[in-house]
């Protein structure tokens, strides 16, 4: 159980396009999904805490207008990289809880803006 | 600040030896502890969590809770070249809702 996938796994794009990744829980509804960033030799980063129904919360420094979060059902969120730029290639990764505390993670989606 | 911090490593073990992680928190509240692997270019998956002091045992793994110290560590006992990797340490502090704090994570080396 608590199987988390993301789609695409990987992904390339030239500068000044949009990428939109999809979070999706398989086997639980979660009504919080979280995005987080990773660049090389770095920990993770929080993005965004997404939530079924509404808006979502960023973290400071991360601008909601670049970074579009949808959560439109209990199993799914997307993130929308706006006007992607070599600086945004990174690896996101996001999680959903199947019960109040614990966190699983999706795969990955590795991104990277020529 | 809410803060968790771990050593960066790396951590170098033999095989069949015992690898120990540590991790401190700076919330003396926090309730809810984690230990995640990650494998170079991979996401986190869930080693295990814990909430009371006090030892908690799964398999080769056994996770150590202190929160007067506040300290919390890894154990892996007789391990493994599969289990070379970086360990992230996360804590849900109190207030948080369901966020956690990640440590920057201990890379282990296991050496066969």
């Known amino acids: 159980g608590a199987v988390v996938s993301q789609h695409p796994s990987w992904v390339i794009c030239k500068s000044g396009t949009s990428v939109k990744i999809e979070c999706r829980s398989l086997d639980f509804q979660a009504t919080t999904m979280f995005w987080y960033r990773q660049f090389p030799k770095q920990s993770l980063m929080l993005m965004a805490t997404?939530?079924?129904?509404?808006?979502?919360?960023?973290e400071q420094g991360v601008e909601k207008d670049k970074f579009l979060i949808n959560h439109a059902s209990l199993t799914l969120s997307t993130l929308t990289v706006t006007s992607a730029h070599p600086e945004d290639s990174s690896f996101y990764i996001c999680?959903?809880?199947?019960?109040?505390?614990?966190?699983?993670f999706g795969p990955g989606t590795r991104l990277t803006v020529l | 600040q809410k803060e968790v911090e771990q050593n960066s490593g790396p951590l170098s073990v033999p095989e069949g030896a015992i690898a120990s992680l540590n991790c401190t928190y700076s919330d003396r509240g926090s309730q809810s502890f984690f230990w995640y692997r990650q494998y170079s270019g991979k996401s986190p998956e869930l080693i295990m969590s814990i909430y009371s002091n006090g030892d908690k045992e799964d398999g080769r793994f056994t996770a150590q809770l202190n929160k007067a110290s506040q300290y919390v560590s890894l154990l892996i006992r007789d391990s493994q070249p599969s289990d070379s990797a970086t360990y992230l340490c996360a804590v849900r502090f109190n207030n948080a809702g369901n966020m956690l704090t990640f440590g920057g994570g201990t890379r282990l080396m296991v050496k066969p």
């Open positions: 997404s939530n079924e129904g509404s808006k979502a919360t960023y």
């Open positions: 999680s959903a809880l199947p019960d109040s505390d614990t966190q699983y």
